[in-house]
């Protein structure tokens, strides 16, 4: 297979996890209240670690010594993920708070990649990336009503944007040496160990009906086992920063889904930068083609 139709895979494969990861907001709306945003956050990591330890138990074992300081910093980046996105959503709203924290993180990993690894992505990512990060805004502000604009949901989901694309900048690493499943089970594993006491102390003891174990398990078997382990995959085949753009297939998902299944109005602005975010990908799309071939 030649690189051109590996890194096709690639980008096929996250796009997919991110069509999936869209339907993480309208899925926690339907959470009862009373369940806390941490534990939403935390149960997530616990089930998530469950599906890939299912997966785990039957992949061929890897040779070497497991590097455990980037296992240890990519789990903890999720759980920093997982609190704050949630936490950030719950204040500053589905359509702000996703905006702002999948919208920061490609500019996160492009500086990261700048700066830790002296090495500038190409001019062309830059350019779809902006182009797509100004046209989620765009999402986000053509929505109107739904906004809730705070310095600490601001702040929370910026911290989430930062995780993320540390996370995915390491994960590229990781998945190469261990594969999918067994990097998963060991980043989830952790994160979700360090998000449970977290919970309980933000969040209080656990509040949870049968309704609202329902949405966690959905929240963690598809929206986090089943997308994660395609992002993963996808990795292997694309650079971390084209890896962490793609995601903001997310909002574009998240944003059909508001149209057609909840059936909620939409301004011209907000179709304008759908049209914004797909135009951007499809740049890094090409960008990353270029490079593999």
Excluded at 145 to 166: E, K, N, R
Excluded at 236 to 262: M, Y
Excluded at 270 to 287: D, E, F, N, R, S
Aim: with cysteine.
């Amino acid at each position: 297979m030649t690189d051109s139709r590996h890194s096709a895979r690639g980008i096929a494969l996250v796009l997919l996890a991110a069509m999936l990861w869209g339907t993480t907001g309208t899925a926690q709306s339907l959470a009862p209240v009373q369940l806390s945003p941490y534990w939403v956050g935390a149960l997530r990591l616990v089930i998530g670690s469950g599906f890939f330890a299912l997966l785990a138990w039957g992949a061929p074992g890897r040779a070497g010594p497991w590097p455990w300081a980037r296992l240890a910093l990519a789990g903890a980046c999720i759980a920093a993920y997982n609190l704050s996105f949630f936490a950030g959503v719950k204040q500053s709203g589905v359509a702000l708070g996703t905006a702002i924290a999948i919208g920061s993180g490609p500019i996160w990993a492009g500086l990261l990649q700048t700066v830790v690894a002296r090495r500038l992505p190409p001019v062309l990512w830059w350019l779809g990336t902006l182009v797509s990060v100004a046209g989620g805004a765009a999402m986000a502000l053509g929505q109107g009503g739904g906004l809730h604009l705070s310095a600490a949901g601001v702040a929370l989901c910026l911290l989430a944007g930062l995780a993320y694309a540390t996370y995915t900048l390491v994960n590229k690493h990781l998945v190469l040496q261990l594969g999918p499943a067994r990097t998963n089970l060991a980043v989830f594993a952790s994160a979700a160990a360090l998000s449970v006491p977290v919970a309980w102390a933000l969040g209080g003891a656990l509040q949870a009906g049968a309704g609202a174990w329902g949405v966690v398990l959905f929240l963690g078997l598809v929206s986090t086992g089943l997308s994660y382990l395609l992002f993963s995959s996808g990795l292997r085949h694309i650079s971390g920063t084209t890896g962490v753009t793609l995601a903001l297939g997310e909002p574009v998902t998240a944003f059909v889904l508001a149209v057609w299944v909840v059936g909620e109005p939409q301004q011209l602005a907000a179709y304008l930068g759908l049209a914004g975010v797909i135009a951007g990908l499809l740049l890094v799309v090409w960008a990353e083609l270029r490079a593999a071939r």
